[in-house]
């Protein structure tokens, strides 16, 4: 045992020491030595060549492969109104401004019938279907044998992700994150002068960026010159807990949230004693009054960082963006609306909470291949004249939905978990009552 | 998107429902993808709750009633099956031309069979007709709080004076063909499948 121990510790000294030289001194001064490039080189070799084989593969054997991104059903977009017009339109009797037909029920049922095969929303919360497999076996959805080499490079991948990849990922985000209890606490303790600030600053950026070498992330910003400036607010889509390290990769923020306990918690308390975050009691958050003030006091104060929320209050899986909830609009203050896009190809970033617990999560993400994405600057926007907070909301989600290519749904998603609205319902039962007794109903 | 959900799908399986039904080989393997994501207790039936938890479908006025269409008498869970029988009723009708369907008798998506379906959506108690109460019913589920008592009363009675060719004051099967017979049905009452 002791001999084992003997030859244990030197390796485990050198596995440190290179750790710390080739990946975290780098990463913490945003110099980059080219390793992960090279990484990332290979792997896009790799999983091209792993394609071409399924492709050719399933053209020798004519399996219909479908592209996901492809719907199932190909719906009209015509409203209530001129289907059931249509419907109308042969009726033996001459036809006036509303009535009844026993053919209006066609109407609804083949749009009922049709959301039962394809809806918008369901989608929307599950991971997203990959056009090629990815050599990863959660999302092979038609496990066939293709070919031997095939499976040996997944083999190989298989080995390379667990046994190299993850001991390497988690060794970085302990250390990130230690650093970061240590170094916030160390700056916490200097007294108010400007430095403060900027140390402060610089702690939080170099662990962010300990821990995003921590899940291989390679992220491309767009737009640097749109960056959030302090006493603004930026807003995102929500894919996942990990966009707060894409993001505060480049530039601080300060953060928005429920008070934790646990590990979570250690984190907060640390930071916020660095620099100001807002962290809010479970019951301080029922107290909508409370709560935009207290973001509003932040704002205002021009020396604060930029506060950043994800309006959607969810986690989407990337494919869209869904209702942007009013309460960040009505604050007041610059927008700053920012796009967050990953390439699903190299390891699917989208948190399923219903699915996997937190701690699962974080260890599917370590043993992806990579998290690759686009982070889109857009320009600041402000509240116009004559729009109400909905309307201002629903006007950024369309810039950020056009510029990350994401669908742009009016749904909440907080359909998620939580029921539908009666009123949606109402409204399309109020609609229709318009097409029975015409115009002048008594409403 | 289960990454097991395909494998469960049997190829035996496969080739009776493509008889049965007349879907293709690539239609039933994507229908069974979407049947097991509502499929949220993973026991290889649906039940209402399943259907409910779809936002567009809980929106629609008849939402209740189509989803009732798929479970047979009684009956709380319905497989993929059976799933997969209801929704046959929406097959485009063009489509048995290309595939060749070989069932004895008429194709579940022939014009009657989903005239069928729409006269059973009004008719609850399956006595073959459509009496003012269940007419009623299905106004009321439509227009919501929108429309009195009295005018929707008027209306149906309406509705049945119009229909009714032999004075029974219902709206037999028969009737009701006659008149959705310059009905487009066959369009308007089928799905574009895109593959």
Redesign the interface.
């Known amino acids: 045992m002791e001999g084992f121990w003997a030859a244990f510790f030197p390796v485990l000294r050198i596995w440190f020491t290179c750790v710390v030289v080739l990946i975290m001194l780098p990463a913490m001064f945003g110099i980059s030595l080219g390793i992960t490039e090279t990484y990332m080189k290979l792997l896009i070799k790799s999983l091209e060549w792993a394609t071409h084989r399924i492709q050719r593969a399933s053209r020798a054997e004519e399996i219909l492969k479908h592209s996901a991104s492809n719907g199932l059903i190909q719906r009209d977009n015509s409203s209530l109104e001129q289907e059931i017009e249509e419907l109308r339109r042969n009726r033996p009797k001459s036809a006036e401004r509303g009535d009844f037909t026993l053919s209006d029920v066609l109407y609804f049922t083949k749009t009922g019938i049709e959301s039962i095969v394809e809806d918008d929303v369901t989608q929307r919360f599950t991971s997203e279907e990959l056009v090629s497999w990815n050599l990863l076996t959660r999302t092979n959805n038609n496990f066939q044998y293709i070919s031997l080499r095939l499976t040996v490079l997944w083999g190989v991948g298989l080995v390379v992700r667990y046994s190299i990849l993850l001991p390497l990922r988690i060794t970085l985000t302990a250390i990130g994150l230690s650093w970061l209890v240590i170094g916030t606490t160390m700056v916490g303790f200097l007294p108010n002068f400007r430095v403060k600030g900027w140390l402060s600053e610089l702690v939080h950026v170099m662990c962010y960026r300990i821990c995003a070498r921590g899940l291989s992330a390679t992220i491309h910003y767009h737009n640097k010159k749109n960056r959030p400036k302090r006493g603004g607010i930026c807003v995102a889509n929500h894919t996942s807990p990990i966009d707060v390290v894409i993001l505060a990769n480049d530039g601080c923020y300060a953060m928005v949230g429920q008070v934790h306990g646990g590990l979570m918690g250690v984190l907060q308390r640390a930071m916020e004693r660095s620099c100001p975050h807002i962290w809010f009691e479970r019951a301080e958050m029922r107290d909508r009054h409370l709560v935009t003030q207290r973001l509003r006091d932040h704002v205002n104060d021009k020396t604060k960082l930029p506060i950043l929320i994800f309006p959607e209050g969810t986690c989407i899986n990337n494919t869209s963006v869904m209702m942007f909830k009013k309460g960040s609009f009505e604050i007041g203050g610059t927008i700053y609306p920012v796009a967050i896009k990953y390439d699903p190809q190299f390891g699917d970033a989208f948190w399923n909470s219903s699915k996997y617990s937190m701690v699962s999560y974080l260890l599917r993400m370590m043993t992806s291949w990579a998290i690759v994405c686009n982070v889109w600057y857009l320009p600041p926007m402000t509240q116009q004249e004559g729009e109400d907070a909905v309307q201002f909301a629903n006007r950024v989600k369309s810039t950020i939905a056009q510029q990350g290519g994401l669908v742009d749904l009016a749904w909440d998603g907080g359909l998620k978990r939580a029921k539908v609205k009666d009123s949606l319902k109402e409204q399309q039962q109020k609609k229709y009552s318009h097409m029975v007794v015409g115009d002048d109903s008594s409403d | 998107?289960g990454?097991r959900?395909?494998?469960l799908l049997r190829e035996e399986d496969i080739e009776e429902i493509k008889k049965e039904t007349g879907f293709s080989?690539?239609?039933i393997t994507?229908?069974y993808?979407?049947f097991h994501?509502?499929d949220k207790g993973e026991n290889g039936a649906l039940s209402r709750e399943d259907?409910?938890?779809?936002?567009?479908?809980?929106?629609?006025?008849?939402?209740d009633r189509?989803i009732n269409a798929f479970f047979p008498e009684g009956e709380d869970q319905v497989n993929f099956r059976g799933f997969m029988r209801t929704?046959a009723h929406?097959r485009p009708v063009e489509d048995n031309e290309k595939n060749k369907v070989l069932t004895p008798g008429e194709p579940l998506n022939s014009r009657t069979n989903k005239l069928l379906?729409?006269f059973r959506?009004?008719d609850l108690d399956r006595d073959d007709k459509i009496s003012r109460d269940e007419l009623l019913q299905?106004?009321r589920m439509?227009?919501?709080?929108?429309?009195?008592d009295e005018?929707l009363g008027s209306?149906a009675d309406r509705?049945i004076q119009?229909?009714d060719t032999n004075g029974d004051m219902c709206?037999s099967f028969n009737e009701?063909t006659k008149?959705?017979e310059?009905?487009?049905?066959e369009q308007?009452?089928?799905?574009?499948?895109?593959?």
């Not at chain 2, 409910?52 to 929106?59: G, Y």
């Not at chain 2, 439509?142 to 009195?148: K, L, Q």
Request: no cysteine; proline share 3%.
């Open positions: 998107m990454s959900a395909s494998s080989h690539s239609q994507r229908l993808s979407r994501s509502l259907f409910q938890r779809i936002p567009e479908l809980a929106i629609n006025p008849l939402g189509i929704l929406f379906f729409a959506l009004y299905v106004l439509m227009v919501g709080v929108n429309i009195s005018q209306i509705t119009e229909a709206i009701f008149v959705l310059k009905v487009d049905v308007k009452m089928s799905i574009r499948f895109l593959h």
